[in-house]
């Protein structure tokens, strides 16, 4: 994670966004006392909305977590593709 004041990130903006998207950093711009701003990929961005949604319904979160727990117990599920 990195942070920088405003005054940095406007001197070196490239910089400082080249590190959030080549490196997957999360950069916090602090802006006074209790503020701030969170800066990310937009893939890290994509990636937490798709988690969001994955996670938005209770029958979601229930097969996530059957699914979970039968790869940590080794079981396996072997499904056949039609091949078209």
């Known amino acids: 994670m ?3 004041t405003l005054s940095d990130f ?3 903006i490239k910089s400082y966004l080249d590190k959030v998207t080549q490196s997957f950093e999360t950069l ?4 006074g ?11 890290e961005y ?3 909305k798709s988690t969001q949604h994955e996670l938005s ?6 097969r996530l977590d059957a699914s979970i727990e039968a790869l940590k117990s080794g079981k396996k599920m072997i499904k056949k593709l039609d091949e078209q």
């Open 2 to 4: 990195l942070t920088t």
């Open 10 to 12: 406007r001197r070196d």
């Open 28 to 31: 916090i711009i602090n802006r």
């Open 33 to 43: 006392k209790d503020t701030g701003v969170v800066v990310i990929s937009l893939e």
């Open 46 to 48: 994509n990636a937490l």
């Open 57 to 62: 319904s209770r029958i979601n979160q229930q």
